[in-house]
């Protein structure tokens, strides 16, 4: 297995072990919670995050492409998103940001888009992704963080910290905004999604055979 391959499949296991210590700590939902909790799980995924450049870089860098790393690299990120989607959906003190009905909105575009790219690649034809899937997912890496930072400004204030209570509410609105423009673009993107692959159906499946990940 090459590096860049390494790396992806150490990606996936951090995300793994991201999820354990989500469940571990009940993502700072208990009564005895202390601002540490979700400070840690914030940045554990942009760690998470930020390697996904760094298989990408030496995959290009050192000519080390390989068909499982096309394949696994955006599939990686959609567990890490996905799964850090769903257990913030689970937390009581989270669903004002991110409620149950969201995820599965976002969890069915995910589903969709997957099924109707393997769809029509399996019969031969180009289903690159666009520009606004991947914008979608940028703005998924930082809404998800910014609920954890949020939290982890209320543990501070709850605790006794006072000289930054301001930092409440301006993460709390922080968090709400790109939670929703990451949500408003997951469904615009997915809704152009179904469009291009209901043209290229009609045509009957012509076009070329290269495809790019990260939906």
């Given at each position: 297995m090459?590096?860049?391959?390494r790396i992806t499949?150490?990606?996936f296991?951090f995300?793994?072990?991201?999820f354990a210590y989500l469940v571990w700590?009940?993502?700072g939902?208990?009564p005895d919670?202390?601002?540490w909790?979700p400070?840690?799980?914030?940045?554990v995924?942009?760690?998470v995050?930020?390697?996904?450049a760094?298989?990408?870089?030496?995959a290009?860098?050192l000519n080390l492409?390989?068909?499982f790393?096309?394949i696994?690299?955006?599939?990686?990120?959609?567990?890490l998103?996905a799964?850090a989607l769903?257990?913030?959906a689970s937390a009581?003190w989270?669903?004002?940001?991110?409620?149950v009905w969201?995820?599965?909105?976002v969890?069915?575009r995910e589903?969709m888009?997957?099924?109707l790219?393997?769809?029509?690649?399996a019969?031969?034809?180009?289903?690159p992704?666009?520009?606004?899937?991947?914008?979608?997912?940028i703005?998924?890496?930082?809404?998800i963080?910014?609920?954890?930072?949020?939290r982890?400004?209320?543990l501070?204030?709850?605790g006794?910290?006072?000289?930054?209570t301001w930092?409440v509410?301006a993460?709390w609105?922080?968090?709400?905004?790109f939670i929703w423009?990451?949500?408003?673009?997951?469904?615009?993107?997915g809704?152009?999604?179904?469009t291009?692959?209901?043209?290229?159906?009609?045509?009957?499946?012509e076009?070329t055979p290269?495809a790019?990940?990260?939906?």
């Amino acid at each position: 297995m090459n590096l860049p391959n390494r790396i992806t499949v150490g990606r996936f296991v951090f995300a793994l072990l991201l999820f354990a210590y989500l469940v571990w700590t009940d993502t700072g939902s208990a009564p005895d919670a202390v601002w540490w909790e979700p400070a840690i799980a914030g940045f554990v995924f942009i760690l998470v995050v930020v390697t996904d450049a760094l298989d990408g870089y030496y995959a290009r860098k050192l000519n080390l492409q390989t068909d499982f790393g096309r394949i696994a690299d955006p599939v990686v990120d959609k567990v890490l998103v996905a799964g850090a989607l769903v257990f913030l959906a689970s937390a009581p003190w989270a669903r004002s940001l991110v409620p149950v009905w969201m995820v599965v909105m976002v969890l069915a575009r995910e589903y969709m888009v997957s099924g109707l790219r393997g769809f029509i690649e399996a019969r031969g034809v180009a289903f690159p992704a666009r520009w606004d899937g991947k914008l979608k997912m940028i703005l998924q890496c930082i809404a998800i963080p910014a609920v954890f930072l949020h939290r982890t400004f209320v543990l501070l204030v709850d605790g006794g910290w006072t000289a930054g209570t301001w930092t409440v509410d301006a993460s709390w609105w922080l968090a709400f905004v790109f939670i929703w423009l990451s949500f408003i673009l997951t469904a615009s993107s997915g809704a152009r999604y179904v469009t291009a692959a209901a043209k290229v159906l009609r045509r009957g499946g012509e076009g070329t055979p290269v495809a790019t990940p990260d939906a």
